[in-house]
Nanobody
Framework: QVQLVESGGGLVQAGGSLRLSCAASGRTISNYVMGWFRQAPGKEREFVAG????????SYPDSVKGRFTISRDNAKNTVYLQMNSLKPEDTAVYYC???????????????????WGQGTQVTVSS
């Protein structure tokens, strides 16, 4: 079992930055692909970033590319999401997820990830 706990969400003005953290416990996540997803009210869950076990392969959708950066510290069993130039449309609950069946291939599909955190709210005001 892997427990994931997100933190770092909050209220920020448009153009501002936030750094989300995802702390894992129960098992090391150093060999897993990790991802960040978000879900806004009334919308489907959306992939926003993924990283392979080494951190050398990262994936982003066009909506956040150039603004968001995913990183990981395997020694701390933690994954991060640095979000810059935030926009009101980035407002959502952000979730961290672990794909325990993949070490190298980063999937953008939520159903490929087996473990999820409880989420952290990010609100961007205009």
């Amino acid at each position: 079992q892997v427990q994931l706990v997100e933190s770092g969400g909050g209220l920020v003005q448009a153009g501002g930055s936030l750094r989300l953290s995802c702390a894992a416990s129960g098992r090391t996540i150093s060999n897993y692909v990790m991802g960040w997803f978000r879900q806004a009210p009334g919308k489907e869950r959306e992939f926003v970033a993924g990283i392979n076990w080494s951190g050398l392969s990262r994936s982003y959708p066009d909506s956040v590319k150039g603004r968001f950066t995913i990183s990981r510290d395997n020694a701390k069993n933690t994954v991060y999401l640095q979000m810059n130039s935030l926009k009101p449309e980035d407002t959502a609950v952000y979730y961290c997820a672990a794909d325990v069946n993949s070490r190298t291939i980063v999937s953008m599909k939520g159903n490929e990830y087996e473990y999820w955190g409880q989420g952290t709210q990010v609100t961007v005001s205009s």
